[in-house]
């Protein structure tokens, strides 16, 4: 059972666009992470959010946690090839789950 | 840059035979975990430590046993291999953020094969 459903699977979009990702859950946590994750390396932690509603914002990423804790979004602004890779949610309470991930290809 | 390192890189190795993944950190962390990656599931947490000798199951630990007999390693050993054990395999560790919270760094992954 995923108890973390990110949304979508995979995504494919043209350099400047704009894209939002979803992290969805059932479950509150007490914080939610995005990890960014290139082919043949381990995931790299790009935010953790804690606060129901906050919003991070790491240059032209922006990321939001649900009023309830539950779900979380990630926004890029302007994507670049740069931006490729596999970005995965995890959320933290006892343990921490992680996503299956959303799997993004910017074109240039 | 946490300071972890997973040899060997890649494996292939054959059905019922050992194998053993090592995870190496520099920064003397208490808690250091084993996940497996496959597509469709994301990470799944094998086993943990959090401390030389004091280790807890994970998520999908069956078919799996670890140790660590000092801070820096962390061992995952598959007594005899099979084919759903083909995977990618990443080594954690825990740094303190705010205070009770933790945040996850990841070794660069170990690609097995179990033909």
């Known amino acids: 059972t995923q108890l973390l459903e990110q949304s979508p699977q995979f995504l494919s979009i043209q350099e400047g666009e704009n894209l939002t990702v979803y992290c969805n859950s059932s479950?509150?946590?007490?914080?939610l992470q995005w990890y960014r994750q290139e082919p043949g390396e381990g995931p790299v932690l790009l935010v953790t959010?804690?606060?129901?509603?906050e919003v991070k914002k790491l240059k032209r990423l922006t990321f939001q946690f649900g009023d309830a804790r539950k779900d979380s979004s990630l926004h890029i602004t302007a994507a670049q090839p740069g931006d490729t890779g596999l970005y995965l949610c995890?959320?933290?309470?006892?343990?921490?789950?992680f996503g299956a991930g959303t799997r993004l290809t910017v074109k240039p | 840059d946490a300071g972890i390192t997973q040899s060997p890189r890649h494996k292939v190795t054959e059905t019922g035979t050992p194998v053993t993944l090592r995870c190496h950190q520099t920064e003397n962390h208490r808690y250091m975990y084993w996940y497996r990656q496959d597509p469709g599931h994301g990470l799944r947490l094998i086993h943990y430590?959090?401390?030389?000798?004091?280790?807890d199951k994970g998520e999908v630990s069956d078919g799996y046993s670890v140790s660590r007999s000092k801070t820096e390693d962390f061992l995952l050993t598959l007594e005899s291999a099979t084919s759903s054990q083909t995977s990618v395999y990443f080594c954690a560790i825990s740094k303190p953020w705010l205070a009770g919270r933790y945040e996850q760094f990841f070794g660069p992954g170990t690609r097995l094969t179990v033909l």
């Open positions: 959010v804690v606060t129901g509603g």
């Open positions: 430590s959090y401390g030389v000798k004091d280790t």
């Open positions: 479950s509150v946590f007490s914080s």
């Open positions: 995890a959320g933290v309470d006892n343990d921490m789950r």
